[in-house]
């Protein structure tokens, strides 16, 4: 089941307000870069991929503004991803000015979220898309529109063959405990993690989730449930440190996504947490990571810590008391307790001890 997390519509960019969910359904028609920025900063918008295609419509989005600008009678709309083009007639129009308004989109979109690596990946492909025509404003134009869609389409792709590849792994009646939101909301529509589920109930197969409340948002309330309820997939919500005493962590296959890797990270798994990874080991249920590369081998990698002001945020309030936070950032080695690792191309087991 697709959802319209993000979209290009009409000279404008559409995304589902997530910080509304679940108690609205709202979209947003966003016409500036900086709005967009803005709407990555604040989490209205949120999930790397999604991130990523955003970012990619932010870049042709600060074209059209500077398009219409510099034309006399601009049409009420130049691009749209599911309707004809309306670019104008590009005589007299500098290239370099189009160039420089793409330049400036990636940059404010580059500050909205420092740490999203498909941000800076759909960022590079839209500059070197922009560099491709330094002499023809509507050859620019095109090329910047044809790679933006395309961002999108290859996204959609990758998830719908994550999903394809991951269900064979699953028989009827399979249960799994998902830490995050790495479905639709998170994506180009369709998941990764969360689109294994998906593609096993389009199969006919019987499927039940167990969902973590994650922060800072409660990913796994706000999120995760409302679009597993939503498409009428059986989902119980979990309180965080509950995975391990709970029927999901008995039963479950805790079933992870992770976002495009950074080169310096090609060994890093982003598994739900250590103590999941712990449970399923003890339990002797299968982990699967869920990613839209090839990452080989496999350590433990240390990231860090997120700001620890993330431990007082309950939804939209902050609780904080008269003590620190801490929170740190998940990323740990799944080599030791992963019975599979699932990317588009197909299956990679975790290698044999002993």
Not at 41 to 56: Q, T
Not at 89 to 110: C, K, S, Y
Not at 334 to 354: E, I, Q, S, V, W
Request: aromatic residues 6%; proline residues 5%; contains cysteine.
């Amino acid at each position: 089941m697709r959802i319209e997390t993000v979209d290009y519509r009409r000279g404008a960019v559409r995304i589902l307000d997530q910080s509304a969910l679940p108690a609205a359904e709202r979209y947003l028609e966003i016409s500036e870069p900086s709005e967009l920025a803005g709407a990555i900063r604040s989490m209205k918008i949120r999930g790397a991929p999604a991130i990523g295609i955003a970012a990619a419509y932010g870049v042709l989005l600060g074209i059209e503004r500077a398009l219409a600008a510099a034309i006399a009678a601009p049409p009420a709309y130049i691009f749209d991803r599911e309707a004809e083009w309306k670019i104008p007639p590009a005589a007299g129009i500098d290239p370099a000015l189009l160039a420089g308004a793409a330049q400036e989109a990636a940059e404010l979109l580059a500050e909205s979220r420092p740490t999203a690596v498909n941000l800076f990946w759909a960022l590079e492909r839209m500059r070197a898309a922009v560099a491709a025509e330094p002499d023809d404003a509507k050859a620019l134009c095109t090329g910047a529109a044809r790679e933006a869609f395309a961002i999108h389409e290859e996204q959609l792709s990758i998830e719908q063959a994550i999903g394809r590849h991951g269900a064979d792994l699953f028989p009827d009646g399979a249960v799994f405990l998902t830490h995050c939101n790495a479905g639709g909301l998170a994506t180009a529509g369709f998941g990764t993690a969360l689109g294994i589920v998906y593609e096993l109930r389009a199969r006919g197969r019987r499927v039940a989730v167990y969902a973590d409340e994650t922060r800072p948002l409660l990913q796994g309330a706000r999120l995760t449930a409302w679009e597993l309820s939503r498409a009428g997939i059986e989902v119980t919500l979990l309180c965080d440190g509950a995975d391990q005493a709970g029927r999901g962590a008995r039963r479950g296959r805790p079933n992870s996504g992770e976002r495009r890797c950074r080169e310096q990270d090609r060994h890093a798994r982003r598994c739900a947490r250590v103590r999941s990874l712990r449970s399923a080991a003890l339990h002797r249920c299968s982990v699967v990571v869920v990613r839209p590369c090839d990452v080989n081998g496999g350590r433990y990698t240390d990231r860090g810590a997120r700001p620890g002001r993330g431990a007082f945020h309950t939804g939209h309030t902050d609780r904080a008391g008269r003590c620190r936070g801490l929170q740190p950032r998940f990323r740990y080695n799944a080599r030791r307790t992963g019975r599979g690792d699932r990317d588009r191309n197909g299956c990679y087991r975790a290698p044999r001890r002993g």
